[in-house]
């Protein structure tokens, strides 16, 4: 009998702990994220052979972003940030396009970003004003964009702009550009309250001039890339990252009731901890089975948005819950800034933001329920 994905997911994070033992990695801070993501190796897991990835597919991804946010929260971040611009050129990119980018990036010798927020828009993605003008040849790109996951360790974005100055779903298109580009730089690098050491800031676009070739897609297609990005690739590669969280907040948890003696005896003696450890536990059980099934289900050829939805959503709300949970069972040492258990919980809170805030992924769900659900592709309303 063939292994089923739960095993799988297992055999990978196995390997991908192995060999991030075999980095030996210094504590703390890591000074080069760019290089650690190319030494470890696991960027290109999803990207087929034919384009120099590993071929391993969706679930190796996902295990591989939980495993390596277990190590370091800012690595598990980063690679997912990474896996969300391959996203893009995967699903959308030419057989030119692909073959032009996604080896370097397999081989995390380069790394891409999706760039969409901007300062007046986030959930409504209608609401960018970053405008990509047709000129001789090419595109004319003028625009800020913040928030970008990897975005000063990149050597590649993949922007989604406006190319109609109309409101309507056909206004937005999806580019390629190079980092090196005359008129992209980044900006503001954002001091973030987690994940501390993940890239995430501004990138500025001043009259960047972009051939033709890097219009992925055709004009007008952009809202929809875009959505079909974040649900398709965002939503697993976040979740993914909450589940490394989740466990480590299990993990600390457990390591204080086993070794903290309270009454004569170890804290795990008491009721009230069986059941806070119980739910952690059933939280991150029915998250990773969620994300890992539609994973699953990708990688047979099928699409399972809203195994991505109830995922993200499970995944993401239990590390914050998680978090809260490990804090409060460590009493005044899970306050301490040592112990890491408000750090977790800083870092569990990062993710809800991203690919979907709660509210809007309830949205999504409601409208499954509802039958009104549009597939992400498909997309063309606004929120
Ligand atoms: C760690 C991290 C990584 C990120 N990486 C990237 C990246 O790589 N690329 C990128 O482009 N962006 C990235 N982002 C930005 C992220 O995509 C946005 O934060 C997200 O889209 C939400 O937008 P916003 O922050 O502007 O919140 P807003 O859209 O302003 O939302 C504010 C509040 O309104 C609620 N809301 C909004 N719309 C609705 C609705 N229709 N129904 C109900 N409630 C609603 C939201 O739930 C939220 O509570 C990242 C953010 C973080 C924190």
Redesign the pocket.
Known sequence: MSPGFWDQAEQYRHQVRQDLERLDLPDGDLPDMHAVLEQLGWTGAAIPTRWGGRGLGTVAKIAAIEEATRYRPALG?SLS?AS?GTGLLLDFGSDKQRARWLPSLARGQDVM?????EPE????LLGMSTSARRVDGGWLLNGR?C????SHIADLHGVIARTSEENSASALSAFVVESSTPGCRTGEEHD?AG?RG?S?GEVIFQDCWVPDSHLVGRVGEGLGIAHAVVTRHGKPN?GAVALGLAQSSLDLACSHVRSRHLYGRPLHHLEAVHRRLSDMFTNLYTARLALYHAGDRVDVGEQHDVGFLVGKLLASDGAVQGAIATTELMGARGCHALTGAVQLLNDAL???????????NR?RLAEMVLGTYIPARERTLT?
């Open positions: 971040a940030a969300l970003t999706i760039c969409m927020t828009s986030g959930s409504h964009k928030f970008i996951g990897n973030l994940l993940f995430l976040i990062m993710t809800q933001a991203p690919s979907g805030t709660a509210d809007v949205k929120l």
